[in-house]
């Protein structure tokens, strides 16, 4: 059964799974750590996760997360960029950071042996960078690089233009994660600390590791590495409640709309195809359709057998490329579908990715494409979690979304339980809730 994460009892320590191992303490601070001890393996995977992203930015602030990010690679009170660059190559492991519209991820990946070393460097890098104006001026040029190479990149523009366009490109969650050009150029090195003093703080970190690890001997270490860095870890202090938001309901549309009417969000690029993104809101990431809005995704455009592919790829010839996706925040959402084809066909491709969503909401699905799609979700959920980075990340979203631990045997059996009507129900919903088109291409 799922098992609700408590802030209540700032002491508890719980095996939430004894199947698997998987245990959730509260530290001194109101730390959050989450592990899943394997000894199958010789390596273990640490993620330091703070629940601040993108969307958390003021306007006049947009990427100062993303800059952050960046900057606390560049040295702390303890270590030059160099020593930190140095101390996972030079052990065979690898470390990186992610920085997303909700959260921020710094992770490590290397030997049992070598946890401790892990666990500092990390530790030392959330408390005790130095942001120095001479790094910030080195890496927002290095950022605006990352911002160009994105700009390049047809897909990269139509996404974010995509989901501007559906979210608002004035709200938090419209904007691109990393800012634009004018923002980033803008941020002074005052700005980046103060994000950094009001969102680093023990009472936002959640810790989760997957491997060859003692959950004990890791608590030990990392409240020694955070008190190292100067973090005051006060005992009973509880975490920073998850939050909820009250946001717009699931997407809910009443008739099928007509594509054809939706005015094109049009980019001129020097390419040979038109890139197409077409769709609009969708679920939110705690919605209770989630599990159906996956199976209905595999069935529409997951894979070679997907119906989108089928139709406009295999017996038309329309497009190299086509899928369907989605994504899911605490309190909004968004499905899509994409295409990318010569601009001739432009016309006739927006017209077949509808038409396949629409006929979905109509006829349903057939017994044997919901035993596919089921069949392509759970054996890729569960080939993914072979890995200890995957199992790392699916303990850092339990914590930091769901609030419920639920058991990887649950997650399927709630898969299993999805039906044809389900999916059918949601296509109709979302066949309604077209508000989008995005075109990036040449001229026609």
């Known amino acids: 059964m ?29 730390v959050r750590l989450l592990t899943q001890t394997d000894r199958s393996v010789r390596s273990a995977t640490i993620g330091l996760w703070l629940p601040v992203g993108s969307r958390d930015e003021t ?20 270590r030059s960029a160099m020593d930190i660059a140095t101390a996972f190559d030079e052990v065979g492991g690898d470390s990186n950071a992610i920085t ?21 460097v990390l530790t030392d890098m959330i408390t005790g ?13 290095v950022i605006l690089e990352e911002l160009a190479m994105a700009e390049d990149d047809p897909n990269d523009v139509g996404y974010e233009t995509f989901l501007a366009d559906v979210l608002g490109p004035d709200t938090p969650l419209g904007r691109p994660v990393g800012g634009t050009v004018g923002s980033v150029s803008a941020l002074g090195i005052q700005d980046v600390r103060d994000h950094f003093i009001e969102h680093y703080r023990p009472d936002n970190l959640v810790v989760t590791a997957v491997g060859d ?56 690029r020097p390419a040979e195809q038109n890139h197409i993104y077409l769709g609009g809101r969708g679920l939110t990431a705690l919605s209770e359709d989630r599990h159906a809005l996956s199976v209905l995704m595999s069935v529409l455009g997951g894979g070679m057998s997907s119906r989108l592919f089928q139709n406009i790829r295999e017996e038309r010839g329309l497009a190299y490329s086509v899928y369907s996706f989605s994504a899911g925040y605490r309190d909004d959402g968004l499905f899509g579908l994409y295409g990318a084809c010569r601009p ?6 927006v017209e077949l990715l509808a038409e396949e969503l629409e006929r979905m909401g109509t006829s349903g699905i057939d017994a044997l494409e919901l035993a596919r799609a089921k069949g392509q979700i759970t054996g890729s959920f569960a080939l993914g979690l072979e890995d200890t980075s995957s199992r790392m990340g699916r303990l850092g979203t339990i914590e930091l979304v769901h609030g419920r631990y639920t ?30 088109r995005v075109e990036v291409g040449p001229e026609s």
């Not at 799922?2 to 109101?30: E, H």
């Not at 947009?62 to 702390?76: D, I, M, P, Q, R």
């Not at 001739?344 to 491709?349: C, E, F, H, L, P």
């Open 2 to 30: 799922p098992f609700d994460l408590s802030y209540d009892d700032p002491s508890s320590d719980v095996l939430l799974d004894p199947a698997t191992g998987v245990r959730r303490s509260i530290l001194p601070g109101g």
């Open 59 to 78: 306007p006049a602030h947009a990427g100062s997360t993303h800059v952050l990010e960046h900057l606390l690679f560049k040295g702390t009170r303890r």
């Open 100 to 120: 997303a519209k909700e959260h921020t991820l710094y992770y490590g990946r290397v030997r049992s042996s070598d946890v401790p070393m892990a666990v500092d």
């Open 129 to 141: 960078s130095l942001l120095e104006e001479d790094a910030l001026a080195t890496e927002r040029e």
């Open 213 to 268: 690890i003692d959950h004990d001997q890791l608590a030990g270490l990392l409240q020694a590495g955070l008190r190292r860095g100067g973090w005051t870890l006060e005992e009973g202090a509880a975490p920073t409640r998850r939050l909820r938001s009250e946001g717009p309901p699931d997407a809910a549309g009443q008739a099928a709309v007509d594509v054809a009417s939706l005015t094109p969000h049009r980019l001129l």
């Open 344 to 349: 001739s066909r432009t016309a006739q491709v």
């Open 407 to 436: 058991s990887v045997d649950e997650t399927l059996e709630r898969i299993g339980r999805v039906g044809v009507e389900d999916v059918r129900d949601l296509a109709a919903r979302l066949s309604g809730a077209f508000s989008t």
